[in-house]
């Protein structure tokens, strides 16, 4: 059984930052696609950033250079690292794996942003 629990989540003030982790369990971290992904109240779900199997990243662009998403394969465990946050980052964050598709997904972790 797959299970993916974010941590890290909190409050914090405009310029701050957070880093965000997601323990991956029943799945290798290192197999496939992970990736993080937010929803803001009365907003569709949307992607954040995520890493291949080979560690490469691709961001969206309103996260580009303040968020840095990063993976340890022995700990199987997935990090977003967030800078410079703003209050339009304000969302609960969700971590997903997959192989094709993002087939897992944890329960997320709320950011808020003031």
């Known amino acids: 059984q797959v299970q993916l629990v974010e941590s890290g989540g909190g409050s914090v003030q405009s310029g701050g930052s957070l880093t965000l982790s997601c323990v991956a369990s029943?799945?290798?971290?290192?197999?496939?696609?992970m990736a993080w992904f937010r929803q803001a109240p009365g907003k569709e779900r949307e992607g954040v950033a995520a890493?291949?199997?080979?560690?490469?990243?691709t961001y969206t662009c309103a996260v580009k250079d303040r968020f840095t998403i990063s993976k340890d394969n022995v700990k199987n465990t997935l990090y977003l690292e967030m800078n410079s946050l703003k209050p339009e980052d304000t969302a609960m964050y969700y971590c997903?794996?997959?192989?094709?598709?993002?087939?897992?997904w944890g329960k997320g972790t709320q950011v808020t942003v003031s």
């Open positions: 029943g799945y290798s971290v290192s197999e496939g696609y």
């Open positions: 890493i291949d199997r080979n560690g490469y990243p």
């Open positions: 997903a794996a997959g192989t094709v598709v993002f087939t897992y």
